[in-house]
C-alpha cells in the first residue's frame, strides 16, 4: 500500500466550483507539503503545514487554502476554481525527528482540470 | 531567495549514450541540500539522491552519478550507458538549510527522452 495517497487522482470540473484535494499519509510525519505542477514550470509550492497547528503559505497560496485535519491528513482546496488552476498537484510528507528530515516523499499526483 | 536553473529542457539521446542533465543553483545559505527527482511518464515523482553543502564527494550508484562543484553551484547528474527506461522528466532541487525551512526549490525539469 502507498504511504502517501491522493483523491481523487484525476478531476474535471468547471470554473466557479468549490474543489476539495485530499491527502493521506501513513508515514507518521509531521511535515506535510502541497505543490503544483505546471509545464515548464516544475513544481511549486503552495501550502505547507509542519504540525497540526501549523499553516504556512508558499510560493503560489492565492486562491487556495488548506486543512491540516489531524497528523496524517492534509486537504487543499480551491474556493471558486479558475481555469488557470489546471495542473498536477502533489502532496508530500517529511519527518523532522530523523535525520533526513528534509527528504520529501510525494504522493501519486492529482490531475486537476478546470473548464 | 533561492533558485534552481535546469537550462536543458530536452535531451534525446540514442540507447547506451551517456547523458549529462545540468543543474545549477543559487542560496545564500551556507548550509543546503540538493536533491533529485525522476518523474516518469506515469507521473509519480520518484527521489533519486540527496546531497549536503558540506559533502562534495562524487557520487555513483549504478549507472547513475552525480558531480557536485560549489565552486561552480552546479550539481549535474550523469547517466551512464542510457536506457529506453530512464526517459523521464528529471528535476533538480534545493532546500534552504535551516531546520524550519524544509522548503524545496525544484527547477523547470529536464525531459530525457532515449529512443532504441
Known amino acids: 500500500d502507498a504511504d502517501v495517497t491522493q483523491t481523487p487522482r484525476n478531476r474535471i470540473t468547471k470554473t466557479g466550483k468549490r474543489i476539495m484535494l485530499e491527502c493521506s499519509q501513513t508515514?507518521?510525519?509531521?511535515?506535510m507539503y502541497w505543490y503544483r505542477q505546471d509545464p515548464g514550470l516544475g513544481l511549486r509550492l503552495i501550502y505547507y503545514?509542519?504540525?497540526?497547528?501549523?499553516?504556512n503559505k508558499g510560493e503560489i497560496s492565492d486562491g487556495y487554502s488548506v486543512s491540516r485535519q489531524a497528523q496524517a491528513k492534509f486537504s487543499l482546496s480551491l474556493e471558486s476554481a479558475i481555469p488557470n488552476q489546471t495542473a498536477l498537484y502533489f502532496c508530500?510528507?517529511?519527518?523532522?525527528?530523523?535525520?533526513?528530515?528534509?527528504?520529501?516523499?510525494f504522493g501519486p499526483g492529482t490531475r486537476l482540470t478546470v473548464l | 531567495a533561492q533558485k534552481v536553473t535546469q537550462a536543458q529542457t530536452e535531451i534525446s539521446v540514442v540507447e547506451k549514450e551517456d547523458v549529462t542533465l545540468d543543474c545549477v543553483y543559487e542560496?545564500?545559505?551556507?548550509?543546503?541540500?540538493l536533491f533529485w527527482y525522476k518523474q516518469p511518464p506515469s507521473g509519480e515523482l520518484v527521489f533519486l539522491i540527496r546531497?549536503?553543502?558540506?559533502?562534495?564527494q562524487n557520487e555513483i550508484s549504478g549507472r547513475y552519478s552525480w558531480n557536485f562543484q560549489k565552486s561552480t553551484s552546479s550539481f549535474n547528474f550523469t547517466i551512464t550507458a542510457s536506457q529506453v527506461v530512464d526517459s523521464a522528466v528529471y528535476f533538480c532541487?534545493?532546500?534552504?538549510?535551516?531546520?524550519?525551512?524544509?522548503?524545496?526549490?525544484f527547477g523547470t525539469g529536464t525531459r530525457l527522452q532515449v529512443t532504441l
Open positions: 508530500a510528507t517529511s519527518d523532522s525527528g530523523t535525520a533526513s528530515y528534509n527528504e520529501q516523499f
Open positions: 508515514k507518521g510525519h509531521d511535515r
Open positions: 503545514s509542519f504540525d497540526v497547528k501549523d499553516i
Open positions: 542560496t545564500r545559505d551556507t548550509t543546503y541540500y
Open positions: 546531497r549536503n553543502s558540506f559533502d562534495e
Open positions: 532541487a534545493l532546500m534552504g538549510g535551516s531546520g524550519t525551512a524544509s522548503k524545496l526549490t
